[in-house]
């Protein structure tokens, strides 16, 4: 089974900080992304990354920025956290030759 | 902009009836097309895909792809109060890394 693993399920930080999110894979999976899901909004796709080292803009990147050093980790990186960024954050992988996208468990992050 | 609509719903069904969800997308060059389910406070699971016209049956899941018309559709026969969620529709285009996503369908069945 394909395990995506989130370091935190549920996260509080104040507003102006820097916040990192975790993701790790154990499938070897060369894809990972990081979207948001807000109420009304959907699933909406924050970064991409089709290798180590490299990352693509998704649909709304400002206020992120995206780390992959490694192949099974890719962290997401809120510079300075704002209110608006109060959200449902999903981390998912697909291996380049498959189709299928798994996700992991979710962080949702509250910024006060 | 690639988009893909679904009907927010609720969509109320009692139990033991076909639930009929559907989902049209607007990039023609679309390939790939899937079905999650999202419990409320949980991630989207994966649950079909299906790649060609037709039908594709797993369980009591059957997804149907119309290329032509750009409408992809899952029913689900028998339905439980378990599968009482929201059904995430994505799609991948050709060369694309990423899928895209509807804004889901909320379904609940009624014991």
């Known amino acids: 089974d394909v395990k995506v693993t989130q370091s935190s399920r549920y996260l509080v930080k104040r507003t102006g900080e820097k916040v990192f999110l975790e993701c790790v894979q154990d499938?070897?999976?060369?894809?990972m992304f990081w979207y948001r899901q807000d109420p009304g909004l959907g699933l909406r796709l924050i970064y991409f990354?089709?290798?180590?080292?490299?990352?693509e803009k998704g649909d709304i990147p400002e206020g992120y920025s995206v780390s992959r050093e490694k192949k099974e980790r890719f962290s997401l990186i809120l510079e300075s956290a704002s209110t608006n960024q109060t959200s449902m954050y999903l981390c998912?992988?697909?291996?380049?030759?498959?189709?299928?996208?798994?996700f992991g468990q979710g962080t949702r992050l509250t910024v006060v | 902009q690639k988009e893909v609509e679904q009907n927010s719903g609720p969509l109320s069904v009692p139990e033991g009836a076909i639930a009929s969800l559907n989902c049209t997308y607007s990039?023609?060059?679309?390939?790939?097309f899937f079905w999650y389910r999202q419990y409320s406070g949980k991630s989207p699971e994966l649950i079909m895909s299906?790649?060609?016209?037709g039908d594709k049956e797993d369980g009591r899941f059957t997804a149907q792809l119309n290329k032509a018309s750009q409408y992809v559709s899952l029913l689900i026969r028998d339905s439980q109060p378990s599968d009482s969620a929201t059904y995430l529709c994505a799609v991948k285009g050709a060369g694309s890394y990423q899928l895209t996503f509807g804004k889901g369908t909320k379904l609940s069945v009624i014991p």
């Open positions: 990354s089709y290798d180590v080292k490299m990352k």
């Open positions: 299906i790649y060609s016209n």
């Open positions: 499938m070897d999976h060369e894809n």
């Open positions: 998912a992988s697909r291996a380049t030759h498959r189709q299928e996208a798994f």
């Open positions: 990039d023609r060059g679309s390939q790939s």
